[in-house]
Structure formats: structure tokens, C-alpha cells
């Protein structure tokens, strides 16, 4: 390619040349473009409803997995997914519709169990220790005992979601391991946020929720709603009922990738540390709740409320799930279903 050149005077072969480099400049940036596009990597997270994922607010809001991807030279493409249920979830990963899952610690101990030898489906990190709570707007419930064939329970998944697994281990505490599934057919799968509008609502079937934060203590602020029991009650102390988990694939082919989220995860932590009134506001923002800012600080400042990397006394459900039947696979540590990464943490 010549340019025309104003100058008639100029010779042709200097012409030439400029022609010559202006072709090599775009050549040039047109393959730096190409290796840039080339470089980027698509990272598809699903989350969930509720404070439970702040977490992955905070990394969002932040733009921190694409940070810490650019310190590692990887150009990371993020896709935000909000599912609802454990089961949603799960068959978002294993259909390759997601990369990473946000979900219950029972959700994983089932995909964990069904993938082990394939897939191998394990868990990232915890998204830290929050109490989920079984209240009802039904003033005849006051223990698991008084709940019959009328009454019915919202969880976010039947038989899958933690909170459906937090029941089948409080129902097998009073009633014995042979009954854990006892009130499975009282429940009813229905997003957080629906659960909590029908309970203060009364207006329909739902009289009982198993719920999670913020969603049960907005609940509680209704004349009629009452809590029968806890997660931390029902575990014998605070429990990780969410966590992250992907395929071990996707964490072989993509470490850099995985790193940096991880990396991610960590500064997030530390950013909710530091500054939890930020915090409440992303996840207002977010989520676009209506709840006021105060309320929402004083749940993440909760002492309750942990948003540590860690999981804590998960292995006691997983103990459960298998001497029941509903997983095949005996885990011998919380570690067997948890990536090496975080092996060396103080877990359980």
C-alpha cells in the first residue's frame, strides 16, 4: 500500500517505505487484538438470593476477579448467573452452563456423591457461617413434633437445598434415623424471597420456611412469625450452609482463572471486614432490596455471622447424609470433598 503524499518532490522509494511501516504498524495492532481476544477468559459464576453471597456481591461491585486476572495476565470475562435452588444449580454445572456454583454445603454433597469418579465435583471455598433459621407463621408449631400433613415448608429445593438437609437431620434427631425423610412431603420448593412474602403474607398454603439471611429476620419483624429451630441448633454450633464448588476440570484447565478468584474471594472478605456498612450498601444495590441500610449492617455485623474462606463443622452433615443413605459415597474428612487448595486450612 502507497500513501499519497502531498510533496511530488518526495521520492517514490521513501513513499515505499512509509507505506511499507504504516502496513506493519496495523498489522501489528491487529494481532495484538487478536491475542488479546485470544487471552480472555469467560468466567460464569451462578449465586443465589440473600446476604449469604456477599461475598461474590462485593467481587462483582469491585471488579476483583478481573483485578486479580490481570495480575496474572489472564483478561477474565465475568458472567453473572442468579439461580435459585440447589438442583438448578447443580444441573447448571454439570450441563457446563456454569463454572463456578454458589450453593448449599448439601447441594455439593450431592453433586459431590453423583460425580465421584467422573466429574469429581468439589467444593472451592466456604462463603462463611450463617445461621438459617425454620420459622412459621402458624402459632400450633412450636417443636417439629406439632408440624402435620396440612402444613407446608418452603425450601429452596426439596430433598437437595442445605436447608432440606438441616430438616431431614433435625427430623432424624426426634424421630430416628429411619424417619429423616419424614416431612419430606411437606415441602414445597420456592425461591427465599417468595417464601418470605407468602409467610407474612398468610395468604397462602405456606405457613413454614426454612430460611436464610436477611430474609428470615425480615420474617421475624411480622406479628405471627415465630422461629421453631436453627441451623447452629440443629449442627451443635455454627455451620458453613453455603459454599462455592466447580468441576475438576474446569479447575485444571483454568488455574490461573481459579486463582484469581480465589485471590478475589479473599480481599472481598477483608473489604466486608473493614468497611461492613459499604458492604450493606452493595448488596442494597445489587439486589435492589427495599430493607434499610442499618438493618442490613446490623445482620452483617451479626456475631452470629462469619464471612470467613473456611468451612466450618460441614463434615457432621456429610457423616449424616451417608448413614441415612442419601449419599453412597463415605466421606472420611471434610477435605475428600473439597479441592487441595484450601486443604491446609483449619476446616471441618
Known amino acids: ?11 517514490t522509494s521513501i ?5 511499507t511501516y504504516g502496513l506493519a504498524t496495523l498489522l501489528a495492532v491487529s494481532l495484538a487484538s487478536a491475542s488479546h481476544a485470544q487471552a480472555a477468559e469467560q468466567l460464569r459464576i451462578a449465586e443465589q438470593f440473600g446476604i449469604t453471597y456477599l461475598l461474590l456481591h462485593v467481587a462483582r461491585d469491585q ?19 442468579q439461580l435459585s435452588g440447589g438442583a438448578a444449580v447443580n444441573d447448571a454445572l454439570l450441563s457446563n452452563s456454569i463454572d463456578i456454583a454458589g450453593a ?18 468439589k467444593g472451592v471455598a466456604s462463603l462463611g457461617e450463617f445461621p438459617n433459621f425454620l420459622i412459621t407463621n402458624n402459632p400450633d408449631i412450636q417443636t417439629l413434633e406439632d408440624i402435620d400433613d396440612n402444613d407446608r415448608i418452603a425450601v429452596p429445593a426439596v430433598g437437595v437445598s442445605v436447608q432440606s438437609r438441616f430438616l431431614q437431620k433435625a427430623v432424624a434427631d426426634v424421630f430416628g434415623n429411619d424417619q ?12 427465599n424471597p417468595d417464601a418470605t412474602a407468602a409467610l407474612i403474607s398468610g395468604g ?7 430460611s436464610a439471611i436477611p430474609f428470615q429476620y425480615q420474617a421475624l419483624q411480622h406479628e ?9 441448633e440443629i449442627m451443635g454450633g455454627p455451620i458453613s450452609p453455603t459454599v462455592l464448588y466447580a468441576t475438576e476440570a474446569f479447575r485444571a484447565d483454568n488455574p490461573e482463572v481459579y486463582a484469581a478468584f480465589l485471590d478475589a474471594l ?4 477483608t473489604f466486608i471486614e473493614e468497611d461492613p456498612r459499604e458492604a450493606a450498601n452493595i448488596y442494597q444495590r445489587l439486589s435492589g432490596t427495599q430493607l434499610d441500610i442499618d438493618f442490613l449492617e446490623s445482620i452483617i455485623t451479626d456475631e452470629q455471622v462469619s464471612f470467613s474462606l473456611v468451612p466450618h463443622n460441614t463434615f457432621p452433615l456429610a457423616e449424616f447424609l451417608f448413614e441415612v443413605g442419601a449419599i453412597r459415597n463415605e466421606p472420611t474428612s471434610w477435605q475428600d470433598y473439597f479441592f487441595d487448595d484450601i486443604h491446609a486450612w483449619e476446616g471441618s
Open 224 to 232: 405471627g412469625v415465630h422461629k421453631i429451630t436453627d441451623s447452629y
Open 63 to 81: 471488579e476483583l476477579i478481573e483485578k486479580h486476572g490481570a495480575e496474572r495476565g489472564v483478561d477474565i470475562d465475568v458472567e453473572w448467573l
Open 104 to 121: 448449599g454445603v448439601g447441594p455439593l454433597l450431592t453433586v459431590w456423591d453423583r460425580t465421584h469418579g467422573s466429574h469429581n465435583v
Open 266 to 269: 479473599e480481599e472481598a472478605r
Open 204 to 210: 397462602t398454603e405456606i405457613n413454614t420456611h426454612f
Open 15 to 19: 513513499s515505499t517505505s512509509i507505506g
Open 180 to 191: 429423616f425423610d419424614r416431612l419430606e412431603g411437606n415441602t414445597v420448593a420456592l425461591p
Open 1 to 11: 500500500m502507497t500513501r499519497t503524499l502531498i510533496s511530488t518532490s518526495i521520492s
